[in-house]
């Protein structure tokens, strides 16, 4: 048996059996921690597909789409729009928050299309550089391209064969 000081100074504490290596012994002041993980070691991560490049894309999405409604050139913004989409559906899916990302982007395509709707309806569509109108119309055309790029990606993954399928 073993006799440790307690709390109170005195006092004197008797623990029946050594603690193991996962138990602490509170009288004694002392907190023996196991290593969940005894390989010090742990080599290269077992899954490398987790690190990805997408992370990068999402503000340079944010910046081309504000380029693009800066400048009035449609086809950039929309292209900024797009890839800021993609960027974030590819980020999700990476940290396994979704299985793919088709049902992401069909979400934020039809995201981008009924603000983009709502706001043509609300403001007019009419051009210019800072005209709320405009903004509206690439985030409807972006909603669009966006939704058909997820039924595309979606397509072409139902009804791809895998290998030996048809031979």
């Known amino acids: 048996m073993k006799s440790t000081p307690s709390r109170n100074p005195d006092t004197y504490e008797t623990d029946r059996a050594p603690p193991s290596s996962g138990d602490t012994n509170i009288g004694s002041g002392h907190n023996s921690r196991r290593d969940p993980d005894p390989d010090p070691d742990p080599g290269p991560d077992p899954d490398p597909d987790t690190s990805g490049i997408w992370h990068a894309f999402v503000p340079l999405g944010l910046v081309t789409a504000e380029i693009g409604v ?28 979704a299985r793919g990302p088709v049902y992401l982007l069909t979400g934020i395509g039809l995201l981008y299309a009924l603000a983009g709707s709502g706001l043509v309806y609300a403001f007019g569509g009419s051009t210019g550089t800072f005209e709320l109108g405009f903004r509206g119309i690439a985030l409807a055309v ?3 391209v966006t939704t058909a790029l997820a039924a595309w990606r979606w397509f072409e993954t139902e009804t791809s064969a895998g290998p030996g399928v048809g031979s």
Do not use: H, K, Q
Not at 70 to 97: C, H, Q
């Open 142 to 144: 972006a909603g669009g």
């Open 70 to 97: 800066l400048f009035d050139l449609t086809p950039i913004a929309v292209g900024g729009l797009v890839l800021f989409a993609r960027s974030i559906a590819g980020v999700l899916v990476e940290m396994r928050f």
